[in-house]
Nanobody
Framework: QVQLVESGGGLVQTGGSLRLSCAAS????????MGWFRHAPGNDREFVTL????????LYADSVKGRFIISRDNANHTVYLQMNSLAPDDTGVYYC?????????????????WGQGTQVTVSS
């Protein structure tokens, strides 16, 4: 019922910036938290950040705190991930997720819905 489509990935040099977007369909978009995970080769899927349904709560992994900013525009059914000061360790496929009943579930496992992923590559 819910579709999530990421965009905005690409190749960037160390220290550069990218802005990812996740466009969602479905009337329940604004009623649930949304978040981002990433998956690098050889590593487990890693939580990056989440934002509550009303934007009042945000949570970031320690590895991205101070560099990444999550935001959402419920009127346009879109969540954004602004990534600054990028480093090679940020390389991976970034996935948008939604549909968890609590922020904790979204943080630990993700939601019921996932996008197809967008590749982010940071060159050294």
């Amino acid at each position: 019922q819910v579709q999530l489509v990421e965009s905005g990935g690409g190749l960037v040099q160390t220290g550069g910036s990218l802005r990812l977007s996740c466009a969602a369909s479905g009337r329940t978009f604004s009623s649930r938290a949304m978040g981002w995970f990433r998956h690098a080769p050889g590593n487990d899927r890693e939580f990056v950040t989440l934002i509550s349904w009303n934007g009042g709560t945000t949570l970031y992994a320690d590895s991205v705190k101070g560099r990444f900013i999550i935001s959402r525009d419920n009127a346009n059914h879109t969540v954004y991930l602004q990534m600054n000061s990028l480093a090679p360790d940020d390389t991976g496929v970034y996935y948008c997720t939604a549909g968890a009943s609590t922020n904790g579930i979204l943080r630990n496992r993700g939601g019921d819905y996932w996008g197809q992923g967008t590749q982010v590559t940071v060159s050294s």
